[in-house]
């Protein structure tokens, strides 16, 4: 009964900014006195790679049990919670570079699960429908099944935000996070999970300045609500440049059909009609290039994201501009 009244609070949330995409949500950090909220967080992420994986202090989820919840709760009703550093790993990529990944202790795997499903009934219901990275029935398969859309496009933009997880600036997350969360105990909350520092492999201690570690279970939403603006960006180029209806007629198209049908109406042997036929088959039947037709494609992943235009080049150029300022 009472992990039902926690769901309805949730879906509460979920529901008012489903409706209004810009209400301000208050009274968040009351979630976290709620015990059923870390049962739900500890069912959420015990099956998942890396989460019987121990912290710094050698503790991981192996060890849940009442005890940590009562311990947890205690901590957050004296605004005394204190994650600890997080134990760094060097994981190769496939690029042959090698990618760091943080891994928390036990403890802080749940407070981070629980502030990611309580971000998620926040930001979820108003993410642009054009990113596809680390969320709900959305994948890298939805993300190119996205782009295989993308018929007739003349150029491409792919872009990969360097050390995007590394160089977050906290400041500037922080004051994306009080646009919509109005709970000054909930943004301290998250700014501890962010200024943790972690531990590298000679285990000497580094304090974050920056950055989002990979690894936390709430780093995937923080960057998805720090690269909303980059998606919000793209839907209003999409929405000004977006121009024409339909491509005007490709003209030499237009001469090799004529050409094509007069033969077949004059009764012309077959092999010239063939011959007719495969020359307009050849051509694209509406002009590439015309000016007075636009179009603007976007999807995202995590840091990764691609631009698919019907536009002259010099405009695929400025555009790339834009991205980078």
């Known amino acids: ?80 919670y204190q994650p600890q550093p997080n134990k ?26 629980a502030i990611r499903i309580i971000l998620e009934c926040i930001y979820e219901p108003t993410f642009s429908g054009l990113s596809h990275g680390f969320r709900p029935k959305r994948s890298t398969q939805s993300a190119i099944a996205e782009v295989e859309t993308w018929n007739g496009t003349i150029w491409f933009l792919e872009g990969d935000i360097t050390a995007c997880f590394d160089e977050i600036d906290h400041r500037i997350l922080e004051s994306i996070l009080r646009e919509r969360i109005n709970d000054e105990r909930f943004i301290r909350l998250i700014n501890k999970v962010l200024k943790a520092g ?21 780093s995937p939403i923080l960057c998805n609500i720090y690269l909303d603006k980059l998606d919000r960006f793209m839907e209003s ?34 092999k010239m009609v063939n011959a007719l036929l495969n020359e307009m088959n050849k051509l694209p039947s509406t002009d590439r290039y015309d000016p007075h037709f636009r179009r ?20 695929a150029v400025n555009l790339k501009q834009q991205l980078k300022d």
């Open 1 to 80: 009964m009472e992990q039902s009244k926690l769901m309805q609070k949730l879906e509460g949330y979920r529901r008012r900014n489903a409706a209004n995409h810009e209400y301000v949500n208050s009274d968040l950090y009351r979630l976290l006195y709620d015990k059923d909220l870390y049962i739900i967080a500890y069912n959420s992420v015990k099956s998942n790679d890396g989460a019987e994986t121990s912290g710094s202090d050698g503790t991981s989820l192996h060890g849940f049990c009442q005890e940590w919840v009562a311990e947890l709760i205690a901590a957050m009703h004296a605004e005394s």
């Open 88 to 113: 760094t790993m060097m994981i190769p990529k496939s690029n042959g570079k090698m990618r760091k990944l943080s891994f928390p202790n036990g403890k802080d795997k749940l407070v981070q699960e």
């Open 198 to 218: 972690y531990f590298d492999m000679q285990h000497s201690y580094h304090r974050n300045k920056t950055g989002n570690a990979q690894g936390s279970c709430c």
């Open 237 to 270: 180029i999409i929405n000004r440049d977006t121009l024409g209806d339909y491509r005007r007629q490709n003209p030499q198209y237009a001469k090799a059909r004529y050409q094509y049908k007069k033969a077949v109406n004059n009764g012309c042997d077959s």
């Open 296 to 315: 603007i494609k976007y999807v995202r992943y995590a840091d990764d994201f691609l631009i698919g235009l019907i536009a002259p080049k010099a405009y």
